[in-house]
């Protein structure tokens, strides 16, 4: 009866403790609890950014044929809002995966811009985001037979709009291939 009793205390103040990291900084006025709730212990969550995304991401692609270069074509990033997204939305996940992978590309760009500007472009093409992003653009069903491919991401914010990268003009493997 005891263990128990000393079970439910612990909880119940790990619980105490965790609602009272995650108030707002003006709320937390308890010195000795502001240390100890800054421990790894006790977890924070941060359901909402402190400043929201204020930037958008655009992918965008063209197809190379024999002879022609079509328009670059847009992928959208987020289905039109609505109710029926709050009960099914499907979209979600491949949306948010799109979205994780140009905050890497981003990352990464703005990273090897700070360190060299001649750097090889292998270590963009090589990179996993890079090479996740040519296999979605790859995947994407086609109208008619393009035999390479190239695709661009780009970011637009309140006031200003960036070409992040463009990539490399990439082989498609044949159409038979591609369709199965």
Known sequence: MIFQAIVAVFFASWFALTLYKNLPAAWRRLPLLNAVSGSWLVPSWAFFAPTPGTKRYHLIYRDYGVDEVSKWKNVEFSSSPGLRRAIWNPEKTVNKALVDLANEMNTIVASLAEEDRSAPPDRIQLSTPYLTLLAFVSSIPRLHLAVATQFALGQTGEEES???????????????????
């Not at 960036?162 to 199965?180: D, F, G, N, Y």
């Open 162 to 180: 960036t070409v992040l990268l463009i990539s490399a003009v990439h082989r498609l493997s044949p159409a038979e291939e591609r369709a199965q």
